[in-house]
């Protein structure tokens, strides 16, 4: 078991930044590869980005490509969203989410889940 524990969140104007944490206990987070979904209200949960184990491969969803950033350090396990030029269209809750295969990750379908923060971008 592997349990998330997301924190950062809050509210931000239009064009700020916020850096969204996850960190883990439980199994090696090392392992896992991680990434961040998030919902906006009254739409579904959506991939914003993953990172693999080591690091050296990320994922971005369209929408976030080169203003959103995924990190990690292994050493504290905690994965980084770093969140820049915001819009308010990035207002949602967003997940920390963890997966040994990153595929199944990506499509949404990771084993285990952080309980969300909420982050809400005004214009």
């Known amino acids: 078991q592997i349990q998330l524990v997301e924190s950062g969140g809050g509210l931000v104007q239009a064009g700020g930044s916020l850096t969204l944490s996850c960190t883990t206990s439980?199994?090696?987070?090392?392992?896992?590869?991680m990434g961040w979904f998030r919902q906006a209200p009254g739409k579904e949960r959506e991939f914003v980005a993953a990172i693999i184990w080591t690091g050296g491969s990320t994922n971005y969803a369209d929408s976030v490509k080169g203003r959103f950033t995924i990190s990690r350090d292994n050493s504290k396990n905690t994965v980084y969203l770093q969140m820049n030029s915001l819009k308010p269209e990035d207002t949602a809750a967003y997940y920390c989410?963890?997966?040994?295969?990153?595929?199944?990750?990506?499509?949404?379908?990771?084993?285990?889940w952080g309980q969300g923060t909420q982050v809400t971008v005004s214009s």
């Open positions: 439980g199994r090696t987070f090392s392992s896992y590869a």
């Open positions: 989410a963890a997966d040994p295969d990153v595929v199944r990750l990506r499509r949404g379908r990771p084993p285990y």
